[in-house]
């Protein structure tokens, strides 16, 4: 899915940027174009955090969710390396489109050298460590050790950041232990929810503070011109997919999803804006030029503020429904993939017990005990392999795991009674 995730995080970021950013200079007369692709950019990429959860949720194919993930990774950093440019022209700077095409590739290439760099050392230190709270606290400064030098450079921190964290991601499973992972799991999940609900704050803390300064009259109509731009983002995102998806699908007929129509139209309508616009928007520069009746500042925030909740209320709420009528509540590809896998493990599992026999010549009832079970494994992924119905689980397997899960409670309530009676520290 890389050229799919390609095409969106950087070709669709530079359309939608140019279109939002031609609607609004349309719209409020005086905008320079300067500050109006600074805007087209700072509503331009999707934050991908709801369609996400949606999608996990609801159980769609994995391309979907893989596709919408890749391009939340990277299309910050195309609109972000945009909104510099376009800010630097703003504030009193000159463009020429070959030093912007130069500033963007230097941007791509410098960050991803950054941070595959920073992602190795780090690696190498990590993997040398088995102290979990040492580990976390690494991992919390590794998006610093990462972005700021790539700044400071030149190059985009956004991307060295990805790149550091694709490549410890890669290698999290041999350089550290389960306990650091599911700790460091949520401790991430929990700041990422934190720094979420601070921006929002933040956000609902300014709009009372814009609106007071603002007549009601220049409220409502930056208000208007945010529902047009949003109107406009959502036209480009589904104008931009489905041309896309059938051209990769006739130069690569093999890569051709199933109902790649109905995939593409979910595609095209999980575009909904969020925090990276609204921490972007919130950063924006005092210095802007005022011209025209409208004070610059303010407009972007009232017209940023209005795609957000537009798109997070419009197609956050109707994207479940859209999702459920067009049948892609589940994937079949990944039952049959976790099958096999399953029963390759199995396959590795009894050639090892077969292995161990003339090793352990008395211990044979054992070995034989676990070939049963492994056996007794085999059958159930026989039956998931040859299940139909996604709902339509292995009735055994499912009462074998309640049986376990009773089993473990009983232990759990032994050792927790212990730890009430004072017996056990």
Do not use: K
């Amino acid at each position: 899915n890389l050229g799919s995730i390609g095409s969106l995080a950087v070709g669709l970021v530079v359309a939608s940027a140019l279109a939002a950013g031609a609607t609004a200079h349309a719209l409020m007369p005086g905008l320079p174009w300067a500050v109006a692709i600074a805007l087209g950019a700072i509503v331009a990429p999707p934050d991908e955090i709801a369609a996400t959860a949606i999608t996990a949720r609801l159980a769609v194919p994995r391309r979907i969710v893989t596709i919408l993930e890749g391009e939340s990774l990277l299309n910050d950093a195309t609109a972000l390396t945009i909104y510099g440019i376009a800010i630097a022209v703003a504030v009193g700077g000159s463009f020429r489109p070959s030093s912007g095409a130069l500033t963007f590739a230097g941007a791509l290439v410098g960050g991803s050298a950054i941070g595959l760099a920073v992602g190795f050392v780090l690696g190498q230190v990590r993997q040398r460590i088995e102290d979990t709270p040492v580990e976390i606290t690494i991992s919390l400064l590794t998006p610093y050790a990462a972005f700021l030098p790539a700044q400071l450079l030149g190059a985009s921190g956004v991307i060295a950041t990805v790149v550091a964290g694709l490549y410890l991601g890669r290698r999290a499973s041999h350089m550290a232990g389960p306990d650091t992972r599911l700790t460091g799991r949520a401790v991430w999940e929990t700041l990422t929810f934190l720094l979420n609900g601070i921006v929002f704050i933040i956000t609902g803390l300014e709009v009372p503070l814009l609106l007071r300064d603002l007549p009601p009259a220049i409220a409502i109509r930056l208000v208007g011109i945010g529902l047009v731009v949003s109107l406009a983002l959502v036209a480009v995102r589904a104008l931009w997919i489905f041309p896309t998806s059938y051209l990769a699908c006739r130069l690569r007929p093999e890569t051709r999803p199933p109902r790649l129509l109905a995939q593409s139209l979910v595609l095209s309508w999980a575009g909904m804006r969020g925090v990276v616009s609204l921490a972007v928007v919130l950063a924006l520069p005092p210095g802007l030029p005022e011209s025209g009746p409208l004070p610059v500042r303010e407009a972007l925030l009232i017209v940023t503020l209005t795609v957000i909740v537009f798109t997070l209320l419009g197609q956050g709420l109707t994207l479940p429904w859209l999702i459920r009528s067009l049948g892609l509540g589940s994937d079949p590809e990944l039952r049959a993939e976790e099958a096999d896998a399953r029963q390759q493990m199995i396959d590795a599992a009894t050639r090892r017990i077969d292995e161990l026999y003339p090793v352990w010549p008395g211990h044979r009832p054992l070995l034989d005990r676990m070939r049963d079970t492994y056996a007794h494994r085999s059958e159930h992924v026989e039956r998931q392999r040859e299940q139909t119905d996604p709902g339509d689980e292995d009735r055994e397997a499912i009462e074998h795991r309640e049986i376990q899960r009773t089993v473990i409670d009983a232990e759990r309530e032994a050792l927790l009674r212990l730890r009430a009676e004072g017996t056990i520290d």
